[in-house]
């Protein structure tokens, strides 16, 4: 089974019956069109919830490029879509922190 779909993100701008929704396009390759989409079932199973204004990540089949498949819903805090995890910046080891021994305890 070959996996030739076209992945681009839009808006959502209706909900229709039974988990459809059009969206307008936002991806530089297919941008101001309109899609009819419906919802993933993954989807479907984890009730993720879409409304009218949600960044949503799109799957579309070459054969008929007036539906799609809604398969993400981006944060509504992130404008840009999904965060990348951040690697963990490496603090700069001084070099004469590293020479000294640690201060001995005092006995009272």
């Known amino acids: 089974m070959s996996k030739d779909v076209i992945e681009l993100t839009g808006i959502v701008e209706e909900c229709f ?16 069109h309109t899609l009819h989409c419906h ?20 799957e579309m089949t070459p054969y008929d490029l007036n539906k799609g498949r809604i398969v993400y819903r981006f944060s509504p805090n992130s404008p840009s879509g999904p965060t990348p995890i951040p690697a963990a910046p490496l603090a700069p080891k001084s070099p004469d922190a590293s020479a000294s021994p640690p201060p001995a305890p005092t006995a009272p």
């Open 17 to 32: 019956p039974n988990a459809t929704f059009r969206v307008r396009v936002t991806s530089e390759q297919a941008a101001g």
């Open 39 to 58: 919802l993933a079932g993954r989807m479907r199973v984890n009730r993720v919830r879409i409304l009218p204004g949600d960044r949503v990540k799109i």
